[in-house]
């Protein structure tokens, strides 16, 4: 595979994201669409050690941007960055792929919900 960049647009709903001090989190699954129980929320993601890692924050390199600060209109982008060949030995794999939203309050940030999740598969 040639390699290349691949950006991703979310765009939560004005209804979620009235409040400024949104802040969104990507997820990945690589196992399937779940659900999993994440502080009292179903996420629709299958728990795995991607899963987990991506909670912490401990994204693959390829990501640049996968959390951060909602825009005023519910709107943030992620990209990755693929080498040529990085992505051959996963060729046929599908990674799930959701974003979570948080909404600050008290002394940290609550979990408010989830984007639907994208099926992703890696393609020759």
Known sequence: AAG???TYDLDFPDDITSNPT??????????G?????????AAPLTDDVLLQ?????AYPSPLSNPFGSLALDGTAQFTAT???????ALVGHTFYLSAAWYEQGGA??????FARTQPITIDA
């Open 22 to 31: 949104q802040i969104y989190q990507v997820l990945i699954s690589g196992l």
């Open 82 to 88: 693929f080498p040529a060949g990085g992505l051959n």
């Open 108 to 113: 940290g940030f609550i979990l408010r919900g």
């Open 33 to 41: 669409t779940g659900p999993t129980d994440l502080f009292g929320v």
């Open 4 to 6: 290349g960049v691949v």
């Open 53 to 57: 890692d991506t909670i912490i924050k």
